[in-house]
C-alpha cells in the first residue's frame, strides 16, 4: 500500500533550521500535490503548506510565510519541508500527505489548502525551544 515517511524533526533552539523530508512509496508522487500539516498539543491539526504536482505552485499558511519553504525531488519521490527561523509556536508533530487517490492526477486545480488530502504520514516530532 501507500505509505509516506517523514524524518528530520528533532528539538532545536528559536531562531534555527531543520529540514524535514518525507518519502513516498507506491504512488506517482510527481502527478498529486503535496502538503504539509502540523499538530501541537491540544489544537487540531493546521495546514502548513502544500506544493501541486509541477512544483510550479506552493500556497502556505500565513504563520509560516516567508520561513518555510516546500519542493519536491520526484527522482527521489521525497518532497521536503525547509523550516528556517523556528518559533516556539511551530512545536508540533508534521506529518505530510499526498493529494491522492481522490483527486485526478496532474490536476492544476487542486485546492492546495482544502483539497482533499487521502494518504498520511505518521509525523516526526519538531520542538522548538526558546
Known amino acids: 500500500q501507500v505509505q509516506l515517511v517523514e524524518s528530520g524533526g528533532g528539538l532545536v533552539q528559536a531562531g534555527a533550521s531543520l529540514r524535514l523530508s518525507c518519502v513516498v512509496s507506491?504512488?506517482?508522487?510527481?502527478?498529486?500535490?503535496m502538503g504539509w500539516f502540523r499538530q501541537a498539543p491540544g489544537k487540531d491539526r493546521e495546514f502548513v503548506g502544500a506544493?501541486?504536482?509541477?512544483?510550479?505552485?506552493?500556497y502556505y499558511a500565513d504563520s509560516v510565510e516567508g520561513r518555510f519553504t516546500i519542493t519536491r525531488d520526484s527522482a527521489k519521490n521525497t518532497v521536503y519541508l525547509q523550516m528556517n527561523s523556528l518559533k516556539p509556536e511551530d512545536t508540533a508533530i508534521y506529518s505530510c500527505?499526498?493529494?491522492?487517490?481522490?483527486?485526478?492526477?496532474?490536476?492544476?486545480?487542486?485546492?492546495?489548502?482544502?483539497?482533499?488530502?487521502?494518504?498520511w504520514g505518521p509525523g516526526t516530532q519538531v520542538t522548538v525551544s526558546s
Open positions: 507506491r504512488l506517482k508522487m510527481n502527478t498529486y500535490a
Open positions: 506544493i501541486d504536482w509541477s512544483g510550479k505552485r506552493t
Open positions: 500527505t499526498a493529494g491522492a487517490p481522490a483527486a485526478t492526477p496532474m490536476n492544476s486545480n487542486f485546492d492546495l489548502k482544502t483539497g482533499h488530502y487521502g494518504y
